[in-house]
């Protein structure tokens, strides 16, 4: 396995009398998830999906990806949630987050529909300009709000400037039968990908709502897929000894057990910002119901230390850690020898950036275990599209264990439709007035 959990900065803060108590809990989660009889059965796709996935619907993936990178400058993608943040996460940690600002044989990739913001939607249309454009929206309903007004106004955009020939640019990634967006792409003639009616939207990155924006960018989407493989068979054993994706989950039961409420997820990379943004939508959507689970955030160092490293060290310690750390980075940049020294750096002359990193990296765990911050490690040998696959699915599992052992249904969002009723009823929706009226008289 290309990636390794390292627990020994956990030592003074938990016992293995606290991994035997929860070892149980661990096997039961671990049964509800292989019986498919717990909370949320009817999502448990993502389970065997790196096996059982649809070859044929794989093929016409890569084909299509393959046509937009021969007749297309950029990739639009319209989604808002788990429609676009695992791709994107996947893309900006195999290729970089600055992907779009090199010239590549493959499209540049902008994603819309993922807020309401005037200015953002008008740069991105900007950026099409004399471009040769081709769109994947990305919705299993077609309706919900920022995607459905982000397509409103592409579809409009591209019928004006290719007419007819608009829909053979249009991409829809959707329900399989029904739903607006699937009648709508049945009537244009779109193409169309299926989101499976049994993956829930943050666990389907490794379904055509992921693959086919990940393919357009030139990252080879079999081997993301061994990489998944490799982890469904290397994570089916319950005993938390001999899975680290288990084990990782237990640990965070046990730290919340603890009153470590905030889980802050770290690298020291920023290629993995966005695939800390997906971590955050999974666990946060996974957990957080019934006044239960760890709130879930990210930071990058060395960078957020010079901004939040004073709270680490020695805020409210309510704070457990865990870090992604990528021992080898593709590229090997040495520090030079100055003949002035002005700066006293002469010291660190022919060191690797990446080895001064993993300094700070070690420095910091230190430093933060002493200040009362438990730090659970998640090594990684490199960044690349095998292991990212591996850790797709690590996490994937490690959340559902985790949801489980909380005793919430791992696979629904419930709370999320408060502020879209809301939102409806200030808009004037039809059939919202007497809501309207009562939220009026609070603002």
């Known amino acids: 396995m290309a990636i390794k959990l390292d627990t020994k900065y956990l030592e003074n803060f938990m016992n293995d009398s606290d991994f035997k108590a929860i070892q149980p809990f661990v096997i039961t989660a671990h049964n509800l998830i292989t019986q498919k009889n717990g909370l949320g059965n009817d999502f448990l796709g993502w389970l065997t999906l790196p096996e059982d996935y649809d070859k044929s619907e794989f093929s016409k993936i890569k084909e299509c990806a393959d046509k937009i990178k021969n007749d297309s400058d950029i990739l639009l993608v319209i989604g808002i949630g788990g429609s676009y943040l695992g791709s994107r996460a996947v893309i ?13 044989d493959t499209p540049k990739i902008y994603f819309l529909g993922n807020n309401l913001s005037a200015d953002y939607f008008h ?9 040769d454009i081709s769109v994947n929206v990305i919705s299993k309903s077609g309706t919900t709000t920022e995607p459905a007004i982000a397509f409103r106004l592409v579809k409009q955009y591209m019928d004006k400037r290719y007419g007819p020939n608009a829909a053979n640019r249009i991409y829809a990634t959707t329900d399989k039968a029904k739903g607006t967006l699937k009648t ?15 993956i829930g939207g943050r666990y389907s990155v490794l379904t055509a709502v992921g693959l086919l924006p990940i393919a357009c960018a030139g990252i080879d989407i079999d081997q993301l897929m061994q990489g998944a493989q490799t982890a469904l068979k290397q994570y089916k054993d319950p005993d938390i000894n001999k899975n680290d994706c288990y084990k990782y989950a237990a640990i965070r039961n ?3 057990r603890k009153n470590y409420t905030t889980e802050v997820t770290v690298a020291y990379n920023p290629s993995l910002q966005c695939y800390q943004e997906w971590i955050k939508q999974l666990f946060g959507e996974s957990e957080g119901k019934d006044n239960k689970g760890t709130f879930p955030t990210s930071m990058i160092f060395s960078t957020d230390l010079h901004s939040l490293g004073q709270y680490m060290q020695q805020g409210l310690r309510n704070i457990s850690e865990t870090v992604l750390w990528v021992k080898n980075e593709k590229e090997k940049v040495l520090v030079t020898h100055d003949p002035e020294n002005l700066d006293g750096l002469n010291f660190l002359a022919g060191n690797d950036l990446h080895a001064i990193n993993e300094k700070a990296y070690l420095g910091t765990a230190l430093a933060h275990t002493s200040g009362g911050v438990p730090n659970t490690i998640i090594e990684l040998d490199n960044i690349d599209t095998f292991t990212i696959g591996q850790l797709i699915y690590f996490y994937e599992k490690a959340c559902a264990i985790s949801a489980y052992l909380l005793g919430v249904n791992p696979f629904d969002q419930p709370g999320v439709q408060l502020y879209k009723s809301n939102m409806f009823a200030l808009l004037g929706k039809p059939g919202y007035e007497n809501q309207k009226s009562s939220l009026e008289k609070l603002l």
């Open 184 to 198: 709508l792409a049945d009537r244009e003639g779109y193409q169309t990908f299926v989101i499976p009616d049994n």
């Open 254 to 256: 046990i730290l919340l």
């Open 123 to 131: 740069n991105i249309m900007t950026l099409c300009d004399g471009k």
């Open 92 to 104: 900006e940690a195999i290729q970089s987050p600055l992907y779009n600002n090199f010239n590549h």
